[in-house]
């Protein structure tokens, strides 16, 4: 039996323009397009960054959800019906393209498929194409040059532990925290404490016409879109 392939494309940060030549013609060669779909049935970011080059009457359109819970029983519940409906296209000798924003490696919703397909099928041939992530769309945009010469440099999930946060932005000449959203304004603090606000920078869907670049003075108590970079250069 002939197993398909599957491949995880990182499709780039927002703009369309931006997805690399090689997951392009990966897109145009798979039958199978598998996508993050949201519950309520709209698209979601990577579907709709790669929807330009899609015709859906030629493709099998394979929508998957990805609850947002950390209920433990319910995320493995639907990540198996994933990876099995994944698995029913390359079991026919099908390749299945599966589109993440970003790059497939980095922080992405590709990296837990991956690991599962390969504990329940080790037989499936995986295969990655690297993209242009949100941090690399953010300093372009900004004009920021994010590391020259010998600088540090670090890009991490921001959380609650302002004491670890105050850490990594005195040891880093530039630093992009992603998941940045729900800790805004104790970031913005400390921040403003190590007299760094005017340093700072965040940007909401970076490069698609969705893009927000913030004025950090005014962000206090601001809901920002999952979605969001802070970058810090000292």
């Known amino acids: 039996m002939t197993i398909g392939t599957l491949y995880g494309l990182g499709v780039g940060p927002g703009d369309p323009e931006l997805i690399t030549v090689k997951a392009f013609r990966k897109l145009q060669e798979s039958p199978v397009i598998a996508y993050p779909k949201k519950l309520r049935g709209s698209k979601s970011y990577a579907h709709r960054i790669v929807d330009m080059y899609i015709n859906p ?6 929508g998957l959800v990805f609850p947002m819970t ?4 319910t995320l493995r519940a639907e990540w198996t019906k994933s990876a099995k409906a994944i698995y029913g296209f390359l ?11 970003g790059d497939p490696m980095l922080f992405s919703t590709f990296i837990h498929l991956m690991k599962l397909m390969q504990t329940m099928h080790p037989e499936v041939p995986i295969e990655t194409v690297a993209g242009i992530s949100s941090f690399n769309g953010s300093v372009n945009r900004l004009g920021i040059a994010l590391a020259d010469g010998d600088d540090h440099v670090a890009m991490i999930p921001a959380t609650g532990n302002m004491e670890e946060m105050r850490r990594v932005i005195e040891t880093h000449d530039a630093i992009v925290f992603i998941k940045v959203a729900k800790v805004l304004d104790d ?10 606000l005017d340093k700072t920078h965040v940007v ?24 969001s970079c802070m970058v810090v250069r000292k």
């Open 187 to 196: 970031m913005l603090n400390l921040l403003e404490e190590m007299d760094l």
């Open 70 to 73: 950390k209920d433990e029983e």
């Open 91 to 101: 079991s026919q000798g099908k390749d299945v393209a599966f589109v993440t924003e």
């Open 57 to 62: 009457e030629e493709k099998e359109m394979l």
């Open 204 to 227: 909401t869907k970076v490069t698609s016409d969705e893009e927000v670049i913030w004025n950090v003075h005014e962000l206090r108590g601001a809901e920002l879109n999952y979605l």
